[in-house]
């Protein structure tokens, strides 16, 4: 038994033109959003300028981030480079103290509010709010006025001896 349909009749034959239309159409308001949402997404998001005085390195970089994106990563996709180590928010080695402008850092959980509130901030983790000067902070700086309290003695002096004994156990 052949079950073949003759090409004339069959019911594809006659939805075929629409459905190339409507596939036409789809492809066009689709590319039509896509060039919206990226107008909108241009429009939308400002984009700052951000100027970072590496007081270690002795050189100030100035570069523009959008004010969705974390500032090391868009200095770092400039080929500038910063310091930093986990890149998380949680070890401070990229902590700055902000000399003008505002950072917005919701994940900064490795600066305490009140240091926020004074002015620190970290870099993996913030986005500009406005145009930005910060300055990069002495070594241990942020994490000594965070967490300094907690030794009362102070710093731990180095202890040559201490450590010659755990060398010599492994
Ligand atoms: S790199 Fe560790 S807190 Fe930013």
């Known amino acids: 038994m052949d079950l073949r349909i003759p090409v004339s009749c069959s019911p594809c034959s006659s939805i075929r033109p629409n459905r190339r239309n409507r596939a036409s159409t789809l492809a066009m308001t689709a590319k039509s959003q896509l060039q919206m949402d990226s107008a909108v997404t241009s429009t939308q998001v400002p984009t700052h300028s951000v100027t970072v005085h590496d007081r270690k390195r002795g050189v100030v970089h100035t570069f ?3 004010e969705d994106q974390y500032i090391l990563h868009s200095a770092e996709s400039q080929d500038i480079s910063l310091p930093f180590a986990c890149r998380h928010g949680c070890c401070t080695s990229c902590a700055v103290r902000i000399k003008s402008g505002q950072i917005r850092q919701p994940e900064a959980l490795g600066i305490s509010a009140e240091l926020r509130e004074k002015g620190y901030a970290l870099l993996c983790v913030g986005f500009p709010s406005t145009d930005v000067e910060v300055e990069t902070q002495d070594e241990d700086e942020v994490y000594w006025l ?23 156990d492994e």
């Open 64 to 66: 523009s981030v959008p």
């Open 146 to 168: 965070q967490f300094g309290r907690y030794f009362a003695r102070g710093p731990i002096d180095r202890d040559d001896y201490a450590l010659e004994l755990a060398m010599g």
